[in-house]
């Protein structure tokens, strides 16, 4: 078919490639899938020039390839084309389980999506943004900015891959990631980000700033949810509301007037907890409970000794409450400790904890 015979004629591009923790290998079924914008294609495309010595060995089809608008296939078409090539190597990017009637057998085949898309005999790998140690990777080198740097260019790693950031490179990836209703939602998103909010407060304020389909809202929300574009994180004290975590800390900077620093660093170290930590909730409006390690995290980004010290102080009885026999409070740069009561305290720079937590 001259669609087939279209995408196993094109290049990859040879961009330079900087390792992240994921790894593709060959001989493997994978759905690799992960927020827009967090690098999964790059995955796959060094993954094929590292594997695969002659291009007539792979298949890479991408689904958001517009000549796809007007010209399709079948999988049996797929399938047939596949084995008179000698296809040993299949990647399907910016796949949906209805583009096809089933994925071929291929010996090696990786499916890029935004959310699993749970394929029988395929193994799961979700792909977040640039992690703070990955960001070091890209940076090309460790210093005592690179903390500075990272909550500066954020974790997008065709921004964090250039080193620098310009509202230009913002609008272009919006524009070309979101439509232009859902770069609406986004900004109204920015504005509570980190807060406690309901889904149908978000379509109230939505509601109040443009003409907005509340069923859109509701199906776009927990699409964004399954693709981790926004997290709604359990909130002890606030049972009817879910504290909302954007996928990168640094777009709300972007999509709002203005964001307090302490947004953004609640951002930042809510995502590091949700890569390290699966059971753990908000148990006040800048801290949280991993209960599997009986751990309080608190956010204390610029706080003496001093002043962290009453702040827990005046909040014993809660950590008593839940058992917490550690709590990691977590700094930009200071270090220091004390105990109250038998629950021992840690202060320490986000750089360091965020690495240690891996």
Known sequence: MPILEYFHSQTLPHDAFVIRKIQLMPNQKINLFGVRGSGKSAIAFDFLATHCKESEEYLWIDFDDPHLLLDTFSAKELEAFIVQNGITTLVLDHFKIEYLEYIPDVKSTVVISRHPLHLVGFEALELFALDYEEFIAFEKKSSQNSLNNFLKLGSLPQIAKEGTIHIDKIKRFLNHSFSPNEQRLLAILAM??????????????AKEKYKI???WLYKTLKEWQEERLIVLIENRYQKSTKKIILFD??????LTLSQPFIVQFDNL????ILKHYHDFEAIGSREYLVHTLCEAIILAPFDSQENAWKKCYLKLSTYQKY????????????HYRFTIKEIEFEAMPFSQWSIAST
């Open 192 to 205: 509570h980000n980190t807060h406690p909010i309901t889904t149908y407060q978000i379509y109230r304020y």
């Open 213 to 215: 389909s509340k069923d």
């Open 249 to 254: 800390f640094i777009l709300s900077k972007y």
């Open 269 to 272: 170290v809510a995502l590091a």
């Open 323 to 334: 058992a917490i026999t550690k709590a990691t409070i977590i700094t930009v740069a200071n």
